[in-house]
């Protein structure tokens, strides 16, 4: 039986893990958040994994509060660049699979071609920096049949995420302000979530790789939300701003598409279109 740990597990992608966890009995879960097991803490790591015999992890676990990221640099370095460290450290140990989840914002947005695995990460906010550091502190550990996957812009029915803020706001607003200058693709949390779970058993490799996965398509925040009010038929104006006058603590990567080519041909897996995706999890919250 492989023993699966998930940390975060009350995340976006851990609770849609969660939601499938029945589909997969081939699996035995054990979901874990902060209150459960501080990954910051290598110990507890160590014992937790040696009392569940622990087979193979997925690190949902993330900082993710990109603006409050710029002033909580501790908090955010200690999630997304220490855990993940003692995380490495302790499946190199104990010879467990881990699967690592890390973020587009890595790379700094200045591209016109979809960014591939092997392109230099040079982030430009502190979120992105840490993850850097957690996907650097990984490759050094370099525990066996183990992965990093890089995702963007996810959302899910379950949690906070820019579909329900949108829908939110549309309730109080008849027109809404959105960013036209940032271009990636949306991720179904539940999407990345079975395919995590459909590959697991596929992954063998000595050294560490990485792998970009988000849905098919390109968009900007204001296409994603244009879709959305069109898909629900919300009636709310979405405007087309720019970055520069919408300014946060923390700089954004102008351009952050992922080339997923690797993913799909290493797995031969098939990934949806964003739109199709929105539509499964808009039939869901509905």
Not at 65 to 81: G, L, M, P, R, S
Request: charged share 15%.
């Amino acid at each position: 039986m492989n023993n699966i740990l998930v940390t975060g597990a009350n995340g976006q992608l851990g609770s849609e893990i969660q939601s499938l966890a029945t589909s997969y009995s081939q699996y035995q879960f054990v979901f874990t958040d902060v209150t459960k097991l501080n990954i910051t803490n290598l110990l507890a790591i160590t014992e937790f994994c040696k009392q569940n015999n622990i087979t193979s992890i997925i690190n949902c676990a993330a900082y993710t509060a990109v603006d409050k990221a710029e002033e909580q640099t501790d908090i955010c370095n200690a999630v997304n660049h220490i855990a993940t460290d003692y995380l490495s450290s302790v499946a190199k140990e104990l010879n467990i699979q881990l699967i690592h989840i890390s973020t587009d914002y890595v790379f700094n947005g200045i591209n016109h071609q979809a960014f591939l695995e092997e392109d230099t990460p040079n982030p430009i906010n502190v979120y992105g920096k840490t993850k850097w550091l957690g996907e650097q502190a990984m490759i050094r550990n370099n525990p066996k049949n183990s992965i990093i996957i890089r995702t963007s812009w996810v959302y899910s029915s379950f949690g906070n995420n820019f579909v329900k803020t949108m829908l939110k706001l549309a309730q109080d607003r008849d027109q809404l302000n959105i960013i036209a200058d940032q271009i990636g693709t949306p991720t179904y949390a539940y999407d990345l979530a079975k395919t995590i779970l459909d590959i697991l058993p596929a992954i063998h490799n000595k050294q560490v790789e990485t792998y970009h996965y988000s849905n098919e398509g390109v968009c900007t925040w204001y296409d994603f939300a244009f879709e959305i009010f069109k898909q629900t038929k919300t009636t709310c104006n979405v405007l087309p701003i720019q970055t520069k006058d919408y300014p946060t603590a923390a700089e954004r990567p102008l351009f952050s598409l992922m080339n997923k080519s690797k993913i799909k041909n290493t797995f031969g897996i098939e990934i949806p279109h964003w739109k199709t995706s929105l539509t499964n999890c808009l039939n869901k919250l509905s």
